[in-house]
């Protein structure tokens, strides 16, 4: 199974931000990835880092992924299949849309101690905002 971890930061509330994706294939092989996204709060920028990993994981055909995250935002909205908040509403129905195409999915949380290389790439793509 492979190992997807992901990380939204921002500089602000609203402000810079940037998704981070750390792929690890468990066979020597990762995939960095530190995508730049405007202008956006922080927990919409947590929610753009899981679709950006789980688009990615589509067009590679991945079928059994296992995601990490430090954002209890994301964890309970996926687990639940719910949002309190309306405001991500669309972004949950976009993940689970993609969500459902895998044969196994599994997200758990995990403290941001063990996210660094997300968090890094999610603070690389910041700079990468023009």
């Known amino acids: 199974m492979i190992d997807v971890y992901i990380d939204g930061a921002s500089a602000g509330d609203p402000g810079p931000s940037g ?38 994981c589509v067009e590679r055909d991945l079928k059994m992924v296992s995601f990490r995250t430090d954002s209890k935002l994301i964890d309970d909205a996926i687990e639940k299949r719910y949002v309190k908040n309306k405001r991500f509403q669309l972004y949950l129905e976009k993940a689970l ?19 660094k290389n997300a968090d890094s790439l999610a603070r690389q793509a910041i700079r990468k905002n023009k």
């Open 97 to 115: 849309t993609r969500i459902d195409q895998f044969d196994l999915f599994f997200l758990k949380w995990i403290p941001s101690n063990q996210n």
């Open 19 to 56: 998704a981070g994706v750390f792929i690890n294939y468990k066979n020597g092989q990762v995939e960095n990835h530190a995508i730049p996204l405007g202008t956006m709060s922080n927990h919409e920028a947590e929610y753009e880092a899981l679709i950006i990993a789980l688009d990615i």
